[in-house]
């Protein structure tokens, strides 16, 4: 089963930007599409943006337009470039299995605080 670590995150004044890594102990070419989630104290664990084999991305209307992901199949390695950063966007951020039922073991994550 595909191990993740996430990292990359920090605190940030609003408006800032933030570039999160998760490095996977093994392929994720075999995971069709991978995701970004973040969990914000108090609420569910949501899923904020998609990548799939076939360059395909998706992402929650809250941060379409801000977000970017990307992923290096051949690095084993997936990004999250996070701009335009908000307070609302404050949470800790997990990488995974696109799909929920087929998501492995979850990581740390990474804490993101926006803050002034």
């Known amino acids: 089963q595909v191990q993740f670590v996430e990292s990359g995150g920090g605190l940030v004044q609003p408006g800032g930007s933030l570039r999160l890594s998760c490095a996977a102990s093994?392929?994720?070419?075999?995971?069709?599409?991978v995701g970004w989630y973040r969990q914000a104290p108090g609420k569910q664990r949501e899923l904020v943006a998609t990548s799939a084999n076939s360059g395909r991305t998706s992402y929650v209307g809250s941060v379409e337009g801000r977000f970017t992901i990307s992923r290096d199949n051949a690095k084993n390695t997936m990004y999250l470039q996070m701009n335009s950063l908000q307070p609302d966007d404050t949470a800790v951020y997990y990488c995974?299995?696109?799909?929920?039922?087929?998501?492995?073991?979850w990581g740390q994550g990474t804490q993101v605080t926006v803050s002034s």
């Open positions: 995974n299995n696109a799909i929920p039922s087929r998501a492995g073991s």
């Open positions: 093994g392929s994720i070419q075999s995971i069709y599409t």
